[in-house]
């Protein structure tokens, strides 16, 4: 798009799979790349950054939701201007104080054995890779999709020391308050609307054959999220 600013896209994966595709199974074949161009026509969409790591199974979730996401992943890698960033999905086994708290004889507190998962890295890279871009000069304006408080930082020091414009593509249609503080140049809401308007084709030839959409995200269902057991922070 001639004279247009050239915008670059940093996409959290599970705050957007929690917060807009959860609960819309027949939106999660998303080209990424094309939501962004129907939510930003007025820019040129340089490169989308998105960042996720491979979910592994988790005992009492769906065991098909890794291959899902597999799918989904290597349909998502032959996007042009699509990058994939990974960080490390983690099922830890921890003792932790029960809640409300409660003590012991002993005056410590009562915990009780827990499973904690969680995604490690992702964020942190996301927030690099923002910031050196910026500086790089490559874009006008970074847009973080995500309504996670902990990229304030990276946007603020992107337009602080880049001199780029910053925007949200919120995810809810409630922005976390810390972002909106920022007083973002650009805000954007993710709908299902858009999403549906932005599925990638029902089948994808790759370098490794053909990779098709899940058949249980054709219709809604109840089935478990392919980034079982991830909450949005």
């Known amino acids: 798009m001639t004279g247009a600013k050239r915008a670059g896209i940093y996409i959290d994966g599970f705050n ?17 790349r094309r939501l962004c161009e129907l939510l ?43 990058s994939l960033h990974f ?3 983690r099922s830890d086994r921890r003792w932790m104080a029960v809640s409300p708290l409660e003590l012991q004889a002993d005056g410590s507190p009562r915990t ?19 910031v050196c871009d910026a500086m790089s000069g490559s874009v006008d304006a970074v847009f973080v999709l995500s309504n996670d408080s902990d990229f304030v930082d990276a946007l603020r020091l992107a337009r602080e020391r880049a001199d780029v414009e910053i925007g949200l593509i919120s995810p809810t249609a ?37 990779v098709t959409r899940p058949k249980r995200w054709v219709v809604r269902s109840t089935e478990a999220p392919p980034e079982a057991g991830l909450r949005a922070r």
């Open 87 to 89: 960080g490390t999905f």
């Open 16 to 32: 957007l799979y929690r917060r807009a595709l959860e609960q819309r199974p027949e939106c999660r074949w998303l080209d990424v």
């Open 112 to 130: 009780v054995r827990v499973r904690k998962i969680e995604e490690k890295g992702s964020d942190v890279s996301l927030a690099a890779h923002l």
């Open 174 to 210: 409630a922005p976390a308050r810390s972002l909106l503080a920022l007083a973002p140049d650009h805000v954007r809401h993710v709908r299902a609307a858009s999403m549906l308007a932005a599925q990638l084709p029902e089948r994808i030839v790759d370098a490794h054959g053909t």
């Open 40 to 82: 930003l026509p007025d820019f040129e969409v340089v490169h989308v950054r998105y960042f996720t790591a491979y979910v592994k199974f988790v005992e009492g979730e769906d065991p098909a939701s890794p291959a899902r996401q597999r799918a989904y992943l290597r349909a998502l890698a032959t996007v042009p201007g699509v």
